[in-house]
């Protein structure tokens, strides 16, 4: 073996000595890299499981809101600033069938004409005067009001919609009923004050129909009154009833005896059907059951055109029970009017063969009047019906006790 | 005597202003509802002999043909151009209404109901019949 040469050694060396430091750097750099990994790695875990914990509370607090949307009886529409809505509720849903329905309407014009407004400091800022708009036979109640964030920034404009069929209903129903009243009192108020001029200024014995037609209209006037008064008791739940035996097939034939004059004059033929008839007997209210089934016969009078047949029925219905039915060939009744055809003062538009609207005269509360005196004798009344095929009243009543 | 036409579709209305007529010394002819007169009218135009009334008294809501119709078309008749046309109404007109109804179908007076006193309604339906006549 040779001596190594010097300059081999100081090469071998040097290598060597990069070797160690190679290793030794090496070992440094993964201590260093594994020191800096657990810890990025707990701070990764930590933030994670922070960012987790905040999800959850998030998604349970969304999950609330919305089973709160959900369970509101109003709709809530929101949009953001772009105009996308963003937020439709259960029951906005329902108002508006589809989105395409929303922007078609005047709430989606309301939401557009306020694109643009700022809203303040609140987080709820009320734009304008609540809107009215009718969507899909409904009337819909809007309020409008501008969503801001924390610092005030403008997040987007939120809708309140609220179902104001019934109210809206019922404003135009009293408003009907005014004129309708002031009519319906002045007509036998009109014979009355002439018939008594001419008898007062013609000389000698006023003649008999004179005096037929001025009784027969205080007995109208007199019974609107009466009525009148028994539907505000009515409407107050407060209703007295006397009892008195009735037999139904009399009772009958009073109401119909009541209205031939107007039955003959409108063309019509009216039937009436008894089974059973000296079973038919109920203890009640004589004059009341009889305007009630008088107003059932009355709306067939006036729903049923020249030639028509109207057909009043009474039979047993079990031992404790009888039934009345009043069936027509008239007009019939539309679906959308069904529900409400026993509400004080509705009236439905019923059209004739020939699309002619039938509006009859009257104040609209007949119908009202009839199922409440039933129910007041532990009764009840219903329709059933389809436009153009007649309507059938069918009236349940208790029989009298023996 | 005079002839007076009237028609009111409400029949104790009818009765009554009938019964007025009568009273006031004139021959009241009656009609229940607009169709009615419409029919009379045609039969008129056709050349049916028949009396001319001397007023004409209608109701506005009737069925078939309302008051202010019938006038409008009376008055393009020759025989009724010029006699008093006088329309009643239970129902409040505005102003603009009463004028369209006065003019367009050339209603000479419009009465509502509740119908004015008796005797008003005599002088009133009296006076109108005079001034008519003057003026022709």
Do not use: C
Request: hydrophobic content about 40%; overall charge negative.
């Amino acid at each position: 073996m040779t001596l190594p040469d010097p300059e081999d050694r100081s090469l071998s060396d040097a290598l060597y000595r990069v070797n160690r430091l190679g290793s030794a750097s090496e070992k440094l750099f993964s201590r260093l890299y594994q020191g800096m990994n657990r810890r990025a790695l707990d701070e990764l875990q930590n933030e994670n499981q922070a960012i987790r914990d905040a999800l959850k509370r998030r998604s349970a607090e969304l999950n609330r809101l919305n089973s709160i949307l959900a369970a509101l009886d109003q709709g809530v529409v929101m949009q953001d600033n772009d105009g996308r809505l963003v937020l439709v509720n259960r029951i906005a849903k329902e108002f508006l069938g589809n989105v395409k329905n929303f922007w078609d309407s005047p709430l989606g014009d309301l939401f557009n004409q306020y694109r643009g407004v700022e809203g303040g400091a609140d987080s709820l800022v009320p734009l304008g005067e609540p809107t009215r708009a009718e969507i899909g036979g409904r009337v819909i109640g809007a309020q409008i009001a501008i969503v801001s964030g924390e610092q005030g920034e403008r997040l987007g404009t939120i809708m309140i919609l609220r179902d104001v069929t019934r109210e809206t209903l019922g404003e135009r129903l009293k408003e009907h009923f005014i004129t309708a009243i002031s009519h319906e009192l002045r007509t036998p108020m009109a014979v009355i004050k002439g018939m008594s001029d001419v008898i007062a200024s013609s000389e000698g014995a006023p003649n008999r129909r004179l005096l037929e037609t001025l009784a027969r209209n205080v007995e109208i006037l007199d019974r609107m009154i009466v009525e009148l008064l028994d539907v505000s008791e009515l409407s107050g739940g407060e209703f007295s009833i006397r009892s008195e035996r009735i037999d139904v097939e009399d009772l009958l034939w009073r109401v119909v005896g009541g209205q031939s004059p107007e039955i003959k004059r409108s063309g019509l033929d009216v039937s009436v059907l008894v089974r059973d008839a000296s079973a038919l007997v109920v203890t009640g209210d004589d004059q009341r059951l009889r305007w009630a089934l008088g107003h059932l016969l009355q709306n067939a009078v006036h729903y049923t055109e020249q030639g028509g047949h109207i057909l009043v029925t009474a039979s047993l219905t079990d031992a404790a029970h009888l039934t009345i039915q009043v069936s027509d060939t008239g007009a019939g009744i539309r679906d959308q009017d069904m529900p409400y055809i026993f509400d004080r003062f509705y009236r439905g538009k019923a059209r004739t063969v020939q699309g002619r609207l039938i509006d009859p005269r009257g104040l609209g509360q007949g119908l009202f009047i009839a199922q409440k005196v039933i129910q007041a004798h532990g009764g009840d009344v219903a329709a059933a019906s389809a436009p153009g095929q007649g309507s059938v009243f069918t009236a349940v009543l208790p029989r009298a006790e023996r | 005597m005079l002839l007076w036409l009237v028609a009111e579709d409400e029949p104790d209305i009818r009765v009554l202003v009938a019964t007025m007529i009568q009273v006031w010394g004139h021959v009241p002819v009656t009609f229940e509802n607009g169709q009615k007169v419409w029919d009379w009218l045609d039969r008129f135009e056709k050349g049916a002999g028949m009396t001319i009334p001397d007023l004409i008294l209608m109701d506005i809501r009737m069925p078939g043909k309302r008051g202010n119709e019938l006038a409008q078309r009376m008055r393009t008749m020759p025989q009724l151009e010029q006699i008093p046309i006088v329309l009643m109404t239970a129902f409040a007109l505005s102003d603009s209404e009463r004028a369209e109804m006065m003019r367009e179908g050339g209603v000479d007076h419009i009465i509502g109901k509740p119908l004015p006193d008796f005797e008003q309604l005599r002088a009133t339906l009296h006076k109108l019949i005079e001034q008519k006549r003057t003026t022709t």
